[in-house]
């Protein structure tokens, strides 16, 4: 147990499908991040959150919307989604963002788009 | 721009030793990071280099060179469960964290 949980691990979906990924730490930590693993490639990172309030949106496309409603859970809401969004999304926490803290990841979720 | 630079996928014996090398141009330096990640799981913390020198910690150790932007990670005694992808990350001068690409360890017996 990794003290942050995501749900599904594992997702497919159309590309005119709407779905939600989860993610939820009982850490007590203030910072939620949502990442995105593609194979070969950096972890990039796509919204961080802080203290429930929005602080990065790395020009991620509109067809990614995230949501905080209070510290302890982070959703990422898709839809219209294309091939190429397929990888493995991760959520991340830590004590405060832009303070010198480590992360702790969940385990992921692999989506698929179809 | 900001790169971090590892090595895409090594190979090692069981038993022996290998070192992963990581190397950075950011703008600024607050502190590196070793991630573990097995396939299928999450990123798991290993270790944390403000300072130079090396932090050793049980079988894996983490060394720094900030004026060569360099880092490595030692992994002794390799054990087939040290099959992993190893993470090197950087914090630069506001906060922000630049991950490289990783780098597959694969432990043959």
């Known amino acids: 147990e990794t003290g942050v949980t995501q749900t599904p691990r594992h997702l497919v979906m159309g590309m005119t499908n709407k779905k939600s990924l989860k993610c939820e730490q009982h850490?007590?930590?203030?910072?939620m991040y949502w990442y995105k693993q593609s194979a070969k490639k950096p972890l990039e990172l796509m919204f961080v959150y802080n203290f429930k309030e929005q602080t990065e949106n790395n020009s991620v496309p509109s067809r990614f919307s995230p949501e905080c409603p209070n510290s302890s859970h982070l959703f990422l809401h898709l839809h219209t989604l294309q091939p190429e969004d397929s990888a493995l999304y991760l959520c991340a926490s830590s004590q405060e963002y832009k303070m010198n803290y480590g992360y702790t990841f969940g385990s992921g979720t692999r989506l698929t788009v179809v | 721009g900001q790169n971090i630079d590892q090595p895409t996928e090594m190979t090692a014996t069981e038993g022996a030793i290998v070192q992963i090398n990581c190397t950075y141009q950011?703008?600024?330096?607050?502190?590196l990071f070793w991630y573990q990640q097995h396939a299928g799981e999450a990123p798991t913390f290993l270790s944390y280099n403000v300072l130079d020198g090396l932090e050793e910690k049980g079988r894996f150790s983490s060394f720094l060179s900030r004026s060569k932007g360099y880092s490595y990670l030692l992994l002794k005694e390799l054990q087939m469960k040290d099959s992993a992808s190893y993470l090197c990350?950087?914090?630069?001068?506001?906060?922000?964290?630049?991950w490289g690409a990783g780098t597959k360890l694969i432990i043959k017996p």
């Open positions: 950011t703008s600024g330096f607050n502190g």
């Open positions: 990350a950087v914090r630069d001068r506001d906060y922000q964290l630049i």
């Open positions: 850490l007590g930590h203030n910072a």
